[in-house]
């Protein structure tokens, strides 16, 4: 069973869904992924393989919905997480359900910190706040996943109440997945 959330607690960011107001915040946070070495914005629902905010941004829409969803996708919400200061900080992915693939590798939740906003809990808090989103859609358990190497999100995986279920190795590069289920009240 994972930690209760302090709902009575200030957080320091909230989430939202993206809009076409955030245009210049997103693409300067897929820029500023980039310029860290870093391909692929985690938790951003594919934003760096599309041409266009727009495209992205009414892919996002759409894949909501079980009704609208793209063809080999689950309905997913993702959200933008700004501070008070209304920076965008990070963005998460909340996958409504599993299939195949994201069961052993990907996880119902997908999340990234911008590179200059990291190491100051914003991942944490992210993750609390989509735990409530996941109960509020029914979920009564997730899966989350990382890297075995990746020490930062093992961390806030287990500081939400991660249980560790099994490493798997992926399919194409070997690389080591682990998997852990957090419990939603």
């Known amino acids: 069973m994972r930690k209760k959330h302090n709902r009575s607690e200030e957080n320091r960011i909230y989430l939202r869904f993206a809009e076409e107001c955030d245009r210049e915040q997103v693409i300067d946070y897929l820029h500023e992924t980039w310029d860290a070495g870093e391909e692929t914005v985690n938790g951003g629902a594919g934003l760096e393989g599309y041409e266009t905010y727009d495209e992205w941004l009414s892919a996002n829409r ?37 299939n195949k693939w994201l069961l052993l590798y990907g996880g119902n939740i997908g999340y990234s910190v911008r590179p200059s906003e990291r190491r100051k809990g914003y991942a944490a808090e992210m993750l609390n706040l989509v735990l409530i989103e996941s109960s509020r859609i029914g979920l009564d358990r997730v899966l989350i996943t990382c890297d075995k190497d990746n020490t930062a999100s093992r961390g806030v995986i287990l500081k939400c109440g991660g249980v560790f279920e099994n490493e798997v190795e992926g399919p194409d590069d070997g690389q080591i997945t682990e998997r852990y289920w957090v419990g939603i009240e």
């Open 62 to 98: 759409r894949n909501r919905k079980e009704e609208t969803v793209s063809e080999g996708f689950v309905p997913a919400s993702t959200f933008l997480a700004f501070d008070k200061n209304e920076r965008l900080v990070g963005m998460i992915d909340l996958r409504h359900k599993l």
